[in-house]
């Protein structure tokens, strides 16, 4: 799986790169490309943990974020092919449709960068009007429903990544009264940081513009089965690639169905190639009995204080999300810890809920764009923190989704802990 929004991070093949002779050779031809289209080097932001994080990319940058997920995807696949790893299908979401493709030998790797920068400048040479997206933990036809009633008629399903989680798009406006509703409700919502209201039809100019300038791009069939999440089949001997990519930027994905249906096809393991867990994330939601694995992140380094050294961790698969467990009558109240206890508190308690390993939960990480940790699934987490550390409800109006970092959730703790009075 490759994935689009979620597939970057900061040095993310800064280790792989040492270790495999795959990875260069891609991060050499991505930065050859970048170069022809005016870019900074994409390498540098894929093996230096100081590079800039993804928020502050798609503010400034937003073609050389795309170019770097396309990069880790591309060199992760490398690499699990070059260590004997066999493929039965490959599936890209949004932007990672490329990179899919790239992969079953439709792109070379430069080629590929091509239609990942030329769909970046399509968006200067015909900018849309302001814009972006928000994820809803609702499901589609609740979120067709609110979108009815609101009557924001520019305000688009995405994408549908989960049987609760359901990407908008639109034009500002319309998405901040979104926002508000959901808010009014209690219906949880997130901002997502992308610069433009994707798989929307205000960006039907921006396709033509696309569409025009990836007309000469060579075409090969695939070596390996592509199947898109936006057509929901295939793709064919007799696909027209470059004009089904171009569709792709106003249509939504249907990851969730995407899945289940290759699950139904005999798919029984997923892996990611990009430096997060949102895709995994997504499948552990809409199925069971399946294994799921993230290269990278199964390697990301524990997070540390300054005077601690990184530890290596084992690659290993998480397991299916666990149910969570009932607290027994001791561990209703406790403590709650101070400083950098609270956050290996928080982390066991993350890995817990999930399954996953506590290694992944380093500080920086996203909890839903890197990991894959919906808004639902948040507030559960916080709402037994709370209990656990006897803390009162957070004051009307503030979303836990707004803490997006085990920092955040800890700050949002101990700002809790602050308005609690001394006897209650």
Not at 168 to 182: F, H, M, N, R
Request: glycine letters at 6%.
């Amino acid at each position: 799986m490759f994935p689009g929004q979620g597939g970057y991070a900061p040095g993310a093949l800064a280790a792989l790169a040492g270790e495999s002779r795959q990875v260069l050779p891609v991060l050499q031809a991505v930065d050859e490309v970048a170069a022809e289209y005016g870019h900074d080097t994409i390498s540098s932001l894929l093996v230096e943990e100081s590079a800039d994080a993804a928020d502050e990319l798609a503010r400034s940058d937003p073609a050389r974020l795309d170019l770097a997920i396309f990069a880790c995807s591309v060199a992760v696949h490398h690499v699990l092919l070059d260590s004997g790893r066999t493929v039965d299908v490959l599936v890209g979401h949004s932007l990672g449709e490329i990179a899919a493709l790239t992969a079953a030998g439709v792109f070379t790797v430069a080629d590929g960068a091509r239609v990942v920068a030329e769909r970046a400048a399509a968006f200067t040479r015909r900018k849309p009007p302001d814009g972006g997206m928000i994820s809803l933990g609702l499901d589609e036809a609740r979120t067709a429903h609110l979108l009815a009633a609101l009557a924001t008629w520019r305000v688009e399903i995405a994408a549908v990544n989960a049987p609760t989680q359901t990407v908008v798009s639109g034009p500002t406006d319309e998405l901040t009264a979104v926002e508000a509703a959901t808010v009014a409700v209690g219906i949880p919502s997130r901002w997502l940081s992308a610069p433009y209201p994707f798989h929307n039809a205000m960006l039907e100019p921006v396709a033509a513009a696309f569409a025009q300038a990836v007309a000469g791009i060579p075409v090969r069939r695939p070596r390996t089965r592509v199947y898109s999440p936006i057509a929901l089949r295939p793709y064919r001997a007799d696909t027209d690639v470059l004009a089904e990519l171009v569709s792709h930027l106003a249509r939504p994905v249907r990851f969730a169905e995407a899945v289940r249906r290759l699950h139904a096809d005999g798919v029984t393991a997923f892996v990611e190639c990009g430096a997060g867990r949102v895709l995994t994330g997504l499948v552990t939601r809409g199925l069971s009995g399946v294994d799921t694995e993230s290269p990278l992140t199964s390697s990301m380094p524990r997070a540390r204080s300054s005077a601690q050294q990184p530890a290596a961790v084992p690659v290993q698969r998480p397991a299916a999300e666990k149910p969570t467990a009932p607290e027994s009558p001791d561990s209703r109240t406790a403590t709650m810890p101070a400083g950098d206890a609270l956050l290996e508190t928080l982390r066991q308690e993350y890995a817990d809920a999930l399954g996953y390993p506590a290694e992944v939960f380093v500080d920086e990480a996203d909890l839903e764009a890197d990991l894959g940790v919906d808004s639902l699934k948040q507030v559960e987490i916080f709402a037994r923190l709370r209990k656990r550390f006897d803390l009162p409800a957070p004051p009307d109006g503030r979303q836990i989704s707004a803490y997006r970092t085990l920092p955040a959730v800890a700050n949002g703790l101990r700002e809790l802990a602050a308005d609690t009075p001394a006897t209650r």
